[in-house]
């Protein structure tokens, strides 16, 4: 299984592509695959039909997956994008930190 460097819930920039330089949180990841799916942005839209009777289908706008690489963690304390280090603390615990201002993300 690959490990990616970055979690549910957490705030990033996209570095490349049409939504470059847009902010958003992390919906969801997909280790296996690499990628994520970031909220309000890389918008694709999607041919629905309609399921039940008296159902609307047409076309809907959803978030698009891409690929971990493509984005980075903003940090919540300094604000800017950073890469993401690892620390081991006292009491046996792993955590992450940024590497610009060295606080926990």
């Keep these: ?13 996209i570095l490349s592509g049409k939504s470059r330089g847009s902010k958003g ?5 997909s280790p296996k695959e690499g990628k ?13 039909k309609p399921r039940r009777m008296g159902e609307q289908g047409g ?10 690489c493509k984005v980075q963690v903003v940090c919540p304390h300094c ?5 993401v280090g690892h620390k081991l603390y ?4 792993k955590g992450r ?9």
């Design 1 to 13: 299984m690959n490990k990616l460097h970055v979690k549910t819930g957490d705030t990033v920039v």
């Design 25 to 29: 949180k992390v919906l969801e990841v």
């Design 36 to 48: 994520v799916i970031v909220e309000g942005c890389n918008m694709v839209t999607k041919h629905v």
């Design 59 to 68: 076309i809907v706008k959803a978030e698009g997956a891409l690929y971990a």
């Design 79 to 83: 604000n800017k994008p950073t890469r």
């Design 90 to 93: 006292e009491d046996g615990t």
């Design 97 to 105: 930190v940024c590497k610009k201002c060295g606080e926990s993300l």
